[in-house]
């Protein structure tokens, strides 16, 4: 074969691989826009998967209850869960990234830990963000810890001019120290402080309001151009921190930036949630089975596989109990770690 029909060749077949690329990824949505509308038709009040389109499209013809029902109980649940699934699998994606460990997720560097310290502080001793409402107390100060956390992680290392080793290592010594501190206000807690505290730290949907959903599909749209710009950067990146350089991309800055990310799009998601695991593990490492580890596709993929399961583990935290909403984090951590376990397996199998 000629050079110039293996190019030609080659052009036909990495034009193929873009096209599959995308299509997995408009598969993924088509996935999600169902899973949508399944999780709005879940609940103890029946409703038909048509009666919920139709409520959707047009609100007008629907009856007084089941408008509520739908717009003002399940739609801001299920619109939550695609919201928190896309930036926690997002950052995790970012994270296994810049600091080359498969293991990364959001939780790694003890962000749900500080934001479970902020919020034990909210509920147990009533401390907070001074002029903060009261309604807001609780997210507010989970937001603060877990964004701070992340600042101090990224200053020590700088201070120790360490490098992507230390962060985790410090993230671990942080969420040792960030439980304890949890576990010193359950002790002192009274009764009823320690049942929200441990509520909280489950993990739920059920504090999904319109107002904090807007709120995190801000954070979403600022972060997203940003990672998008980067993507190329990203890429490099796996390839080694020698081969970036050489491509002229300072990695410090580029982990720098992705940290801010990270840390802005899983702060507002624990603050408003509290700890839901394994969705910013596996998330990433599903994505990277079907397209790869072109960021171009690797990250909506990443969000969008992210958005899915906890799409799904919200319409299984409704059918687990029968008249029950059971906590998504604990569907999470079940179905997540047969689901991880299952991925490993079969990237073993292809590696």
Same mark, same amino acid.
């Given at each position: ?16 691989? @873009? ?6 990824? &408009?598969?993924? #949505? $088509? +996935?999600? =826009? %169902?899973? /949508?509308? !399944?999780?709005? *038709? ?27 029902? @739908? ?6 649940? &299920?619109?939550? #869960? $695609? +919201?928190? =699934? %896309?930036? /926690?699998? !997002?950052?995790? *994606? ?258």
């Amino acid at each position: 074969m000629s050079g110039a029909a293996a190019t030609l060749a080659g052009a036909a077949g990495y034009r193929a691989l @873009v096209l599959r690329r995308a299509a997995l990824l &408009a598969l993924l #949505a $088509v +996935l999600l =826009g %169902a899973s /949508l509308l !399944l999780d709005v *038709a879940t609940g103890s009040s029946r409703l038909g998967l048509a009666d919920v389109a139709r409520v959707l499209l047009n609100p007008a013809s629907a009856s007084g209850p089941v408008s509520v029902i @739908v717009w003002d109980v399940r739609l801001p649940y &299920a619109v939550m #869960a $695609v +919201l928190v =699934g %896309a930036a /926690l699998a !997002l950052a995790g *994606a970012e994270m296994q990234t810049v600091l080359n460990n498969p293991l990364a997720s959001p939780f790694t560097l003890g962000v749900s830990s500080a934001a479970s310290l902020g919020a034990a502080l909210a509920i147990v001793l009533g401390v907070g963000i001074p002029w903060v409402p009261q309604e807001w107390l609780l997210s507010g100060n989970a937001f603060l810890f877990a964004l701070a956390s992340v600042l101090l992680l990224r200053s020590l290392s700088r201070l120790r001019g360490a490098g992507v080793e230390a962060l985790v290592l410090f993230g671990i010594a942080l969420v040792f120290a960030f439980n304890a501190a949890v576990a010193l206000l359950q002790f002192v807690a009274t009764e009823q402080a320690l049942q929200q505290l441990v509520f909280w730290s489950m993990g739920s949907l059920a504090r999904a309001t319109w107002p904090k959903i807007g709120i995190l599909a801000l954070a979403l749209a600022l972060a997203i151009p940003f990672t998008a710009r980067a993507a190329w950067k990203l890429t490099a990146l796996r390839l080694g921190e020698e081969r970036a350089l050489s491509f002229g991309i300072d990695a410090n800055r580029l982990r720098d930036g992705a940290l801010l990310r990270v840390s802005l799009l899983s702060a507002v998601s624990v603050a408003f949630v509290g700890t839901i695991g394994f969705i910013g593990l596996v998330g990433p490492h599903a994505a990277r089975l079907m397209v790869g580890e072109d960021h171009r596709f690797f990250l909506p993929a990443a969000a969008l596989c992210g958005a899915l399961l906890l799409s799904l583990s919200s319409v299984a935290s409704k059918l687990l109990v029968p008249g029950l909403m059971v906590p998504v984090g604990i569907v999470t951590a079940l179905v997540g770690v047969p689901v991880f376990v299952l991925l490993v397996f079969t990237r073993g199998r292809r590696a």
